[in-house]
């Protein structure tokens, strides 16, 4: 099928681009928390962002530089061409040397992200001179896609005396969260833009954002939960991210019960399965989400390439 892109205006019909990727929900490692991913300040530039549509004016595909992730975000139509992904790439590349030299939206190399079965897009991305990281012999890079039924073990440990689980007090905690996002992740990427963005979205369910207090009053620890009625395989699901506990407060067990209460959460709204997207080479995730039932269900090869 014939398509044409185009650029975006200001403000992108972003429901529509999550339809598209559930129309082909194995091509994605992030569909039910898209929204959170398309809340990022990557689309305050339009520029980042390109669609290609059919000569009927049907979206087939749709392409995003999400700075703050590093990433290449890509969703195709299954009634599009296989071409259009490796255009779509080819659009994103021109796009990352364009951005080289911008303080804010520039990156000296950029990643993708996809299922080491998909084959063909491993293909692409190898001829447009991405590289796979897990073969690089300094710091290889890869990740998993884990996978549980929602109704899952049960944590028996009860948190530390003086913390406490509850769901984060919206905009007027979005400031603490992104200090503690930032520190967890040593990365500023977070900002307080994205966050209430993410509060807004229509997808965002306030149970499902949950923080850890300290018995200082601050926040040690965050998870928030997607619920998606027809996720992966048409099937209700529920996606952990992100999840995170401050450096001086692990150990003490408040990932796994964050993660706990999140997947509780989720199968309360009607999620069959749970999922986490996490490195490879992160052993102490690894841990926590084993000892929470996940189990891998995906092996996922990251692309570089260097600008």
Known sequence: MHASSQPVGANPDLELMQALAHCAPEQHLHLIDLPYRLSSWALDRAENLRLWRGADGQLLAWAVLQAPFWAIDVALHPAADAALYSEALTWAVARARALADDPDYGRPCWFVSVPAEQSERRAALEAQGFADQAQVPVDPWSKVLLTRPARGPVWERSLPPGYRLRALGGRAEAG???????????????TVGWRERTL??????????????????????????????????????GQIEPLGVAAGQRGLGLGRGLLEACCARLADAGAEHIYVETDRQREAALGVYGAAGLRILHDVCVYRLDL
């Not at 603490?176 to 977070?190: C, D, G, I, N």
């Not at 807004?200 to 040690?220: F, K, M, T």
């Open 200 to 237: 807004a979205r229509a997808q965002y369910r306030p149970e499902l954002d949950l923080v850890i207090e300290a018995p200082d009053g601050s926040l040690a620890g965050f998870c928030i939960g997607w619920f998606d009625p027809a996720g992966f395989g048409g099937l209700p699901s």
């Open 176 to 190: 603490a969260y992104v200090a503690l996002h930032r520190a967890v992740f040593q990365s500023t990427s977070m």
